[in-house]
Every structure is written in C-alpha cells, then in structure tokens.
C-alpha cells in the first residue's frame, strides 16, 4: 500500500472517531434529566462567571452589610430575601456559586493533573516506583478525606486556598489507583506490546498509546467528583475552615442562617438548596455520561 | 483458608498506620502557633504558673522527646489530658464513644438493610418507574450536604409537623423523674436493660431525626452499588446457565445473584462506617447530641491536641476495623477472594 | 410443508421457521430469518457456521433464554407436540434442565463462582429427582440428605470425575476446564433430557480434552437416549461426532444432510466454499476462502444473504431468499441451483421464482 492509501484510511477513521463521539453525545442527552442537568449546570456556570453584571445587588454579594434590611423574606426587591446582615440572598448565592464552582474544579483538576502521571508511572514501571507510589497511596486513602483535610486546615490556618489544597492533598491517590489499574490491565495488550517491538519509546508509547486509553474513565471520574468536591468544601466552610466572612460561600451561608432555621428558614435552605441542585446536575450527568460509555463498550 | 496470616497482616498494618498517624497529628498540632501552657492555665495566667504548667506537661523537653513519651503512655491506654476539661482525654472517650456509635450503628444497618433492599428490588424491576424512582431518589441522596439535610429535617419534622424534638438525647424531664443509668453505655441498651421503659422510648424518638440524617448518603451509595452490581452478576454466563436448567427466577435473583453482587456492596459498607463517623460532627452539633463528634470539634477548633490525638487514633481505629471486618465477610460471602 | 425423514420415528424437537429480531442503534436486526430442522430420537445433530451466523441465538431462543427487553421471536419450537413458543416463561420453567438441558461453551464461567459444586448439584438433585432420592433411601435405607450425596456420586463417578468427596466441596476456580465441563455434562444430564444442546461445548477446551468429552457425550447420550443438538464452528467435530450436519449462514439454515454426504457431496455454494477452506493432510493444494465478508445484519443483502460472495450467483439469488428443496429425502438445500420447478435463467435477467415451493 503507499502512503497515500495510509493517510486515506487514517483520514476516514478520524473522520468516523468524529462521527461515532458526536453519536455518543446525542445519545446522551437523548435523557431528558442529563438535558436538564447540563442546562442547570451551564446557567450555574455563566450566573458565577458574569457576577457582577447579573447579582441585583453585587456589593452586597461580595459582603457589604445592610443592616436596614435585616431578615426579610422574598419580595420583589429582594427575590430570595435577605440574610441577617440585611444582605441579598440572590446576590450572595450567585457570588458564592464561584467558590463552589471555581473550588471544585480546582480541587477535580489538579487531583487528576497530580494523580494521572503517578498513575502511569505506577502502572508502567511496576518494579521499585510503582511499590512506591502504591504504598504512599494507600496510606493516604487509609484515612477518611474529609478528617485529614480539616487537619490541614487548622494547621495552615483556615481560608479558601488552604480548604482547597488541604483536599487535593487527599484527592489524588485515586486518580492514580484508576490509572494504574487501567494502565497496568492495557499494557500487555498486544498492540501496546506490538509497538514496544516496534522499537517505539517509551514514552511515545505511554503517550501515544495508553494516555488516551484511560482517558475516558479518567474524564468519568472527574465529572463524579464534582459533587463530592463540592459537597467537601461545603462540609469545611460550614465548620469555619474554608472561606472567611464576610465572602460568600454556601456553606457558610448555612452555617450563618442555621441559628435561624426555625423563624428566617430561607437564610440557611436557599444555600442548601443551590448546592443540593448543583451537586445533582452534576451527579446526573456524570451518572449519564458513564452509562452511555458502558453501553458502547459493551457493543 | 486461614483466617490468622490474614488478620496478623492487617494488625501489622494497624500498628504502622496509627504510629505514623500519630506522628503527623502530634507534630502538626504542635506546629501550631499558639502557646500550649498558656491554654492550660487558661484566662488570666501569671508567667510563672504558665512555667510550671509548661515543665508539668513536659512541654519544656523537646518535641521528639515529647512524642516518644506520649506513644509509651498510649501503650498502657493513657491518652494525656484534655487541655480544655483537665480530665483524662481516654475516660472521656470511653463514655462519648457509645453515644455516638449507637446513632451511627442504627444508621449503617439500616443503611445497609434498605440499601440492598432497593438496590435489589430497582435491578429486579429493570427499566420500570419503580427503578426510575429509586434511581432519582438514591441521587438525591448522595447529592445532599449533612448539615443541610439535618437542618431541612428539623425545619420539617419539628417546626411544621412537630412530630419529633428539635435536639438533645432524652427529655428534660425525664433526665430527673427516669434518669439513665450507665451499664454499657448505649442508651438503648441501658434503658432496656434497667426495665426504665419511658427513657428508652424517649431516646428513641429523639434518635430518629439524627438517624435519619446519617442514613442518607450510605443509603444512596449501597443502593446505587448493589442495583449495578446485581446487574452485572444478572447477565453472567452463570445466570443464564442456572436459567437453563430451570431454577425459578427469585431463587436466581435473590439467592444466587445477590450472594454474587455483595462483594462490592460490603467494601462499600466497610467505608461508609467512617464517613458516617465524620458525619455525625456535624449531625451532633446541629442535633445537640452529646456524643464524640461535638467533644471532637469542640477540640479541633480549640486546638486542644491531646484530645484531637485520641479522637485521630480512634477514627483511624475504626476506619480500619470496619475495613478489615467487611474484608472478613467478603471472604466469607466470594470464596474467590485471596 | 415438511418431507418426512428416512427415520420412521417422529422428531422430539421440531423448529419451524424461528425468526428472532434484536434491536440496535441502527434499528431493529433480524438475527434469524426462518429457520428450520428437526431432531430425531437418539440423534446427534450438528449445527456449524461461522461466528455471528445465529447458531447460539438458535440455542437461547429454543429455551427462551434471550434477554426479555426488545427481543422478538416468532416460529414454532415443538418438543413432543408441544409448542414452547407460546408458553410463557414461568410455563417453560419445568421443560428448562428436565427435558431439554443446555450446556455452554465456556464451562468455568457457567458455574456459579461463589457456591460449591457440591451446593448446586444437590439443588439440582432435589429439584428433579424426588422419585429417586426416595428410592436411593429406601433402598440403603438413608437419610434424605445422604440420599442425594449418594445419587450426586454416582452422577460424578458417570462422567469420569473421582475424588468426588473433595470435588463436592471445591468451587469452579479450583478446578480445571475438562472437570468444569465434564460437572456439566453430569448436571445436564441428571434428569435424562430428550434433548440436550451443547454449544460449542468443547471450543474452550484443550484437543486433547476435547476429544475426551466429546467420546463421553456420546456415550451417555445413547445411554440415556438423550438426542443432542450440537453446535459448532469446527467441521472437524461435527464430522467425528454428529450423525447429520445442518449449516447455518447469516440467520438460516442452507444446508441439511447426513454427515456423509454433506462431506462426500455439498450442495450450497457456501458448504462447498467451507469445506474447501478446510486444510487436508497430504492434499498439496492451496488453501481456498471464500471471498467476502459476512454480511451486516442491520442491512442484509436481499435474496439469498449468500449472494454477493457466491461463485454461482444469478439474477434471481438477488432478489428473492431460495427456499428449501430436496436433493433426496435426507439432504435438502436452500439454493436455485437446485430447484427442480424453479428454473433461473443466467445473470443478466430476473424472474421470480415459480412452482413448488418447498416451504
């Protein structure tokens, strides 16, 4: 065959690639709830992006306080009330959307920049390296996430870029168990082998060959993590570890409005709320997305 | 198989964990800025009782010194004192554990229970509503924040129905006409055993709301693992070969497919005792349920380190505990485990 | 319309025109386009074709044993008279492992992995064989428990395996491929079925395990007068094993006739393309294949399904599927090379198929 005939065929299997991922994405939204999810997720998104513009009330959404309008349920100035210090609920919900947003996927990407190289190295060279990242990953994972990080937290002293770092610290190691495994059940796939043989190196072949193997579980993982990592910064900011006041952040929001739960309900239920539709729009998706790529490495 | 080179194993590995457990807590607690003695004495402390305090403590020798001592006193079970309270940081422990280890225990079993429960029946009804429902539910589930959930069932279940108490153990009342007498320390068990009818029936009903806010997130993780992995064991060759030779289909489901699917669903249980553990810190605050989660934060705001040693040590116990007892029973239940 | 065999005797197992469809993401696919043949008592029938023809889909659908969502099948299955086709599956239940057992082609992973082989045989033991766990007690005058690790003995001892009491205690990964297979033999045949399928019962295994079960098939099987459809891709096994040969290609049968002739004498185009694909020892001649690929389901060609890779094809194979035509009362072949009434003219011209139609 000449080269010609070779580029040809590469062309029209990259052209099918295309065809096959646009398929798998319309058979995604095909539910309608991964519809919906997406909607809620790309709204939320925009709503945090574009703050200032679209909070009725941004100075109040960054923390100013307004004592005049203390506690007051929804009206039309104030769609979703206000909070104790008089502040829009609205505003502070849609500021706090960035730390929730902007936190967990700091937390979901760099868990994955730090966890997937390990993980390749770790699969691809089992001898001394591999004995001693899994060993580093299991002492990490033998402790609850969540307890380790409010160590780090009350060590490093409380705020949102120590909440942050203090969870990718034990997020990671299971980026790197996930590749591992992957790598570790791909490598002596005969195409892998075949290109060794071949005299390719080997990181080309990491590169060229696995990479893109495990990439797919990998993007899997990270959309499931959102949630978690949103739930786990709510979980630290609610205790006074993560974010300071007067920033908003829906944890702390709750945390502000639970005195009150029982008379000014929406204080500590409309953060609540924002974060339970967040991390589900989040879970549905990762739910759907998941269930499509079983089907189609089923068929 | 022997059950001795596997558990030796795990204790070994205990062992090594908690020491070097231990050694990150202590020399991160210590870290902090902050003057140890100072807290001890507490308010307004002249320098020369803060001295002595300090050379009490043995906060004078230095700090590798200091850990080797404390890991010799944690060998006869001595875990130092709480610097807040100035009792015994073990005692303490001892009488908090129980109170919180019942609610957690109701938690995980019902969990559990209903978990495979509906994870089963939603695997068994395929496609239809019911699994659809089970499915929404069991997101919503693991989508919702602790401390959010707890809030939301007390503004439901206090304020607008009023059918359970807004926080606390026992009424009141009954803490002088009925008081709990202490046996084993959990009240359920005590009440029962003292014949004092009226407290254990209070206790329950107080339980039920913290319960239910820890029941959520396991409850949605184990239902979620056994529908998919019953799924999974149900379109094994194995399956259809016991299909084929005419074994009626709720023996095949719930016989032979869940047997096969528990595996997975148990290592799941396994980690979900030490998230609920964690979550109740935040169900005992808002519940005002006096057990080791409040004691545990009281401490980790306050910095007080001896406390935050023992209550580390112990989670770090029990994570590894449920782990390796989950591990038993996987053994038991899949014999293909080595 | 069915031309009775040689055999005076009535077939136990009857299919007529089973079609099954499946769905897919290019719409529905028809796995089985109408497929025909009966198996006569004490017989080994073999069905071969290629990977992907229908031959376990044939299998499943007979005990209904395909997935429930989406599937369609239509036809007749008639074991002894009845119609299974219309039972329901909780009505098929007490044919399922009684009368008509199955054995499937990977023996280790049809095991249930985290029971003994000892737990399920008694189950199965229990299940169909009250009548003689009483007369197994009576007899050694035992308990009912003994009874049955008694009959499961005997059933081991039966197809080979010894050591049974360690055997009984041990779980599907502690024992190997031949063992594996060799406890399914026993567990099929326990209730002495009048049909037992076997696919590719012997394809995972070792040659020379192979050649050990196959013998053991056969002789239990003409013991208990068990008849077998025997399904499989490997010409070799079918010619060593079976008594007649049925090929299947793409979702039909197209070829039906005792192992000899089919051999000696193939008829379809594709039979004749399978057997010259097959190597001979000593024969000098090269290698045939047939040319082409086995044809997508999702949008099979019209007409015969063989015709865009057969050497013979004429106008008429394009258009309408041949039907079923006898060479003599044993071998009939669907194919308009044969077709007494059906004449065909050259490729070029088209003319539908007139006269009797077989079928």
């Known amino acids: 065959m000449s080269d010609l005939d070779f580029k040809q065929l590469a062309e029209k299997a990259a052209a099918d690639h295309r065809r096959h991922r646009r398929y798998l994405l319309r058979l995604v939204f095909k539910k309608r709830a991964a519809l919906a999810a997406a909607a809620i997720l790309s709204l939320m998104v925009l ?16 923390g100013e306080v307004n004592l005049a309008d203390r506690l007051q349920p929804a009206s039309f100035n104030h769609y979703l009330g206000t909070d104790v210090y008089g502040r829009d609920m609205l505003s502070r919900i849609i ?18 920049l730090i966890g997937v190289p390990l993980g390749l190295l770790a699969g691809y060279r089992e001898g001394i390296p591999g004995a001693i990242i899994t060993r580093v990953v299991e002492l990490v994972l033998s402790f609850p996430a969540v307890l380790l990080a409010m160590g780090i937290s009350i060590v490093a002293g409380a705020g949102f870029a120590t909440a942050v770092i203090a969870l990718i610290i034990p997020w990671w ?6 590749v591992q495994g992957e790598v570790i059940s791909i490598k002596h796939m005969l195409y892998v082998e075949a290109a060794g043989m071949l005299g390719y190196g080997r990181v080309y072949i990491l590169f060229r060959h696995l990479l893109p193997n495990i990439l797919t579980p990998v993007i899997v993982m990270m959309l499931l993590d959102f949630g978690p990592a949103i739930i786990s910064i709510g979980l630290l900011s609610f205790l006074g570890l993560g974010t300071q006041p007067p920033q908003a952040d829906w944890g702390l929001m709750v945390w502000e409005g639970a005195p009150n739960i029982l008379n000014q309900w929406w204080i500590a239920v409309v953060p609540g709320c924002a974060m339970f539709i967040l991390v589900t729009a989040f879970n549905l998706f990762g739910d759907r997305l998941k269930e499509v790529l079983s089907i189609d490495s089923n068929q | 198989m022997s059950l001795v080179p596997f558990l030796s194993r795990r204790l070994i590995g205990l062992a090594v964990m908690l020491v070097a457990l231990s050694a990150l807590v202590f020399f991160f607690s210590r870290s902090i800025p902050g003057d140890v003695a100072a807290m001890y004495i507490g308010g307004m402390a002249k320098p020369e009782q803060i001295e002595r305090a300090r050379q009490e403590l043995g906060l004078d020798q230095p700090l590798t010194l200091q850990y080797v001592k404390y890991m010799k006193k944690l060998l006869s079970g001595d875990l130092g004192i709480s610097l807040r309270t100035h009792r015994p940081v073990f005692q303490d422990l001892l009488e908090k554990i129980p109170m919180s280890m019942e609610v957690v225990l109701w938690a995980i079993a019902l969990a559990m229970v209903l978990g495979i429960g509906f994870g089963g029946l939603a695997a068994l009804r395929q496609g239809t509503w019911i699994d659809e429902g089970i499915k929404w539910l069991s997101s919503a ?28 153990r026992i009424d009141t009342f009954l803490e002088f006409s009925n008081p709990l007498e202490l046996v084993t320390g959990f009240s359920l068990i005590d009440s029962l055993l003292t014949g004092n009818h009226a407290a254990f029936f209070n206790v329950a009903w107080h339980m039920v709301l913290p319960v239910l806010s820890l029941i959520a997130y396991p409850l949605g993780l184990i239902t979620r693992l056994t529908r998919s992995s019953l799924l999974e064991v149900m379109s094994q060759d194995y399956i259809l070969a016991a299909r084929a030779s005419g074994i009626r289909e709720s023996v095949l489901f719930f016989r032979y497919g869940l047997r096969n699917a528990l595996s997975p669903v148990l290592t799941v249980v396994g980690l979900s005792v030490a998230l609920t553990l964690l979550a109740t810190f935040y169900v005992e605050i808002i519940f005002n349920w006096p057990g080791i989660g409040y004691y545990a934060l009281t401490a980790i705001l306050s910095l007080d380190y001896p406390v935050l040693m023992g209550v580390t040590l112990m989670i770090g116990t029990v994570y590894v505990v449920a782990n390796t007892s989950m591990d038993i029973l996987r053994r038991i239940v899949d014999p293909r485990i080595k | 319309m069915m031309k009775s065999n040689t055999s005076v005797s009535q077939p136990v197992l009857r299919v007529r025109n089973l079609k099954v469809d499946f769905p897919s993401s290019r719409g529905r696919v028809r796995i089985l386009e109408g497929v025909n043949f009966s198996l006569y008592p004490g017989e080994i029938l073999a069905l071969v074709g290629e990977t992907g023809c229908g ?10 044993l395909l997935p429930r969502s989406g599937v369609h099948r239509h036809g007749e299955v008639f074991l002894d008279g009845c119609d299974l086709m219309k ?11 009684r009368r008509i057992a199955m054995i499937f082609q990977n023996p280790q992973s049809s095991i249930n992995p985290v029971f003994t082989l000892g737990e399920q045989i008694f189950r199965l033991i229990r299940m169909y064989l009250s009548d003689e766990i009483k007369a197994v007690q009576q007899r050694l005058n035992i308990s009912g428990r003994a009874a049955v690790g008694q009959i499961a003995k005997e059933r081991f001892e039966e197809v080979g395996l010894t050591d049974v009491e360690r055997l009984l205690k041990s779980y599907a990964h502690q024992i190997s491929g031949g063992m594996a297979q060799r406890y399914r033999i026993a567990t099929a045949l326990l209730s002495s079925p009048e049909v037992l399928i076997a696919d590719e019962a012997t394809s995972a295994l070792d040659v020379t395990v192979q050649s050990h079960i196959l013998k053991l098939l056969r002789s239990l099987c003409r013991r208990k007068g068990t008849s077998i459809v025997f399904i499989t891709h490997d010409l070799g096994i079918a010619a060593q094993m079976c008594d007649r040969v049925a090929v299947m290609y793409s979702g039909r049968i197209v070829e039906t006739a005792p192992t000899l002739s089919i051999f000696e004498a193939p008829r379809h185009p594709y039979t004749q393309g ?31 399904r063989f015709h865009p890779r057969c050497p013979q094809v004429m106008a008429c194979c394009k258009e309408e599927k041949p039907p079923q035509q006898d060479i003599d009362e044993q071998h009939q072949v669907a194919c308009y090379l044969y ?17 009797a139609i077989v079928e």
């Open chain 1, 47 to 62: 709503a945090a992006v574009f703050a200032p513009w679209i909070a009725p009330y941004p100075d109040q959404g960054k």
């Open chain 3, 274 to 304: 399978l057997l010259a694909a097959v190597p001979r020892l000593g024969s000098g001649k090269r290698l045939a294949n047939i040319p082409g690929m086995i044809p997508d389901l999702a949008n099979p060609p019209a007409g015969c």
């Open chain 3, 87 to 97: 039972l329901s599956n909780a009505a098929m239940r007490p044919f399922r492992g």
């Open chain 1, 173 to 178: 190691p299971w980026y790197t168990r996930l």
């Open chain 3, 55 to 64: 031959k376990s889909v044939t299998a499943k659908s007979i005990l209904n």
């Open chain 2, 141 to 168: 589930a693991v989508s919702i924040p602790i401390f959010f959930l707890a809030l939301l069932l007390q503004l439901i279940f206090f304020n607008l129905l009023g059918w359970f108490p807004l926080q606390g």
């Open chain 1, 95 to 112: 500021y706090g959307s960035r730390i929730s947003i902007f936190g967990g996927l700091i937390i979901v990407v760099a868990a994955a």
């Open chain 3, 339 to 355: 077709g007494e009434h059906v004449p065909c003219l050259p490729t070029g011209h088209s003319r539908q198929p007139q006269g």
